[in-house]
């Protein structure tokens, strides 16, 4: 297994949209007050817990090389309410004797889940680095204070401004489960404009339709969205993840599809605890 820096930062950025269901459905404004970059929250409440259980195929072999936890709580943040996700991931032993995988996501917004705050810190193999950035919204634009504290321990700063709204891999998940989605049509593509501490991403979200989805190691069914998330990169189009999320008002991704340069991975939803909404895409016995 080459697990390469590279390799292992894509593998990051398509689980931690586990950070999971991303920008799903962005409006494209103009300006970017706080207001308009956030959305009512309908999808989940204080004490959501969600787990998951992290698959590779080796030699035609799937291998559970990990898992990932999210937690959603309410704080308060600079005196006032705010959402914090935490989206902690990490391999087990067998994957530990190729790489070496531990990372920690948090984010903060507003109660209308407008971003203040992210940080994620990832020790890959034996490099350890943190990425922070920090949120205002002066005018009508959308400004950013990133900062990456690199493997060597040097600190880079570095600030943005933009007229849109911009996410991070948290923060675009927490507001992509408030979407509704009655009104799409398979095929129906939405932008999503994303960054970490050094650049911005530009992708898209594409609605793939309605299946239903069998849990690992469960006899429960559920009815699910499902998304393609594709980036364009070296001329071609890519489709780095497919999410498969419930088709009910807590969104909450039970699949995900990876597509890696050394090969192909899954992430199964385990558990599940502390729900806003009663499960009503699960398809009884």
């Not at 590779?56 to 308060?76: C, E, L, P, R, S």
Request: glycine letters at 6%; one cysteine or more.
């Amino acid at each position: 297994m080459n697990w390469t820096k590279h390799t292992h930062h894509r593998l990051q950025l398509r689980l931690a949209a586990l950070a999971l269901l991303l920008a799903a459905l962005l409006p494209a404004a103009t300006t970017a007050t706080a207001q308009q970059c956030g959305i009512e929250n309908t999808a989940f409440k204080s004490g959501e817990r969600l787990d998951y259980e992290l698959y590779f195929n080796w030699k035609f072999v799937w291998v559970k090389v990990g898992q990932a936890h999210m937690n959603t709580d309410q704080i308060t943040y600079e005196g006032k309410k705010a959402w914090r996700s935490d989206l902690v991931t990490g391999g087990n032993r067998s994957l530990d004797r190729f790489f070496t995988m531990r990372d920690t996501l948090v984010s903060i917004c507003s109660e209308n889940l407008s971003p203040l705050y992210h940080r994620k810190g990832a020790l890959e193999g034996k490099r350890y680095y943190v990425d922070e950035l920090w949120y205002s919204y002066p005018g009508n634009n959308c400004k950013i204070k990133m900062h990456r504290i690199k493997a060597n321990g040097e600190h880079k700063w570095k600030d943005a401004q933009y007229r849109e709204c911009i996410y991070d891999m948290m923060s675009i998940f927490l507001r992509a489960r408030n979407f509704d989605a009655s009104t799409m049509k398979e095929g129906d593509t939405f932008p999503m404009p994303i960054t970490d501490a050094s650049s911005l991403n530009n992708a898209w979200l594409k609605f793939r339709g309605r299946e239903t989805f069998k849990m690992e190691g469960s006899s429960e069914k559920f009815r699910c969205l499902v998304f393609s998330f594709i980036e364009r990169s070296d001329g071609k189009n890519h489709e780095l993840v497919r999410f498969f999320i419930t088709d009910d008002q807590n969104h909450i991704p039970v699949r995900l599809d990876l597509n890696l340069s050394f090969g192909s991975a899954k992430a199964f939803l385990k558990s599940y605890k502390g729900v806003r909404s009663p499960m009503t895409s699960r398809i009884e016995k």
